[in-house]
């Protein structure tokens, strides 16, 4: 059993949909960020950047427990251990799947975060600001879009890769930008939120 800290935003949706997705049982361990609670010093103990989400395993590694913070880390820790193929075990496509899970995590979302705090959450307009950032996720979606032509999925199967970009494709992909011009991102989008564990895991809680 592991706990799942985390909280409704796109990193959190990545780790509960991976939970959902391992069929390994977890308890969902709400942080309400609005209200500060990722400073609390028990939480910083796991995620020393106060960013959720993070996990406690309680059967790690040879039964120790672990702590993990990172959404991307915690993707490929639960896959691994899920051993479901949502993290491949061939080492070759292990390969491929780092680099799509790493781009997703650290170049994806973090741009991601960039362009809803200048289109939706800063309250201010700076036009510069918000021309370049739909400029960057355009370019994004239409390199997935590429991807997505060639392959059902980002690796071809079903992966950690998909569930690193999806909620920030779900939230501003599909709500805020539209997803008409890119057309096998909407068929990948569509696909992925139809799954069972992807509908559990948006389920609002707190
Ligand atoms: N690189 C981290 C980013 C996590 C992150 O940005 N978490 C945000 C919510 S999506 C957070 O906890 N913000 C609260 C804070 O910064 O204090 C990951 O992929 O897990």
Not at 23 to 43: D, S, T
Not at 76 to 103: H, I, M, R, T
Not at 117 to 126: A, H, K, M, P, S
Not at 143 to 155: F, G, K, P, S, T
Request: glycine share 8%; proline share 6%.
């Amino acid at each position: 059993m592991f706990e799942l800290h985390t909280w409704m935003t796109d990193n959190g949706y990545k780790a509960r949909q991976m939970a959902e997705e391992s069929g390994l049982e977890y308890e969902l361990k709400p942080v309400n960020i609005r209200e500060k609670q990722q400073f609390e010093p028990a939480f910083l103990k796991i995620s020393p950047g106060h960013k959720i989400p993070a996990i406690i395993d309680h059967d790690g590694p040879g039964g120790q427990t672990v702590t993990l913070c990172e959404s991307g880390a915690i993707l490929k820790y639960l896959g691994q251990k899920a051993d479901n193929g949502l993290y491949p075990s061939d080492p070759v496509k292990q390969v491929e799947a780092d680099q799509w899970l790493f781009y997703g995590s650290a170049q994806f979302t973090t741009l991601a975060q960039q362009y809803g705090l200048f289109w939706i959450r800063l309250g201010e307009e700076v036009p510069r600001a918000k021309e370049h950032y739909e400029g960057v996720m355009r370019e994004m979606l239409g390199m997935y879009d590429q991807r997505l032509a060639e392959n059902e999925y980002v690796i071809g199967d079903y992966s950690v890769c998909d569930i690193a970009v999806y909620p920030d494709i779900h939230i501003h992909g599909v709500n805020d930008i539209g997803l008409d011009d890119y057309p096998n991102v909407k068929r990948w989008h569509d696909a992925i939120e139809a799954r069972p564990a992807v509908q559990k895991a948006w389920v609002p809680f707190g």
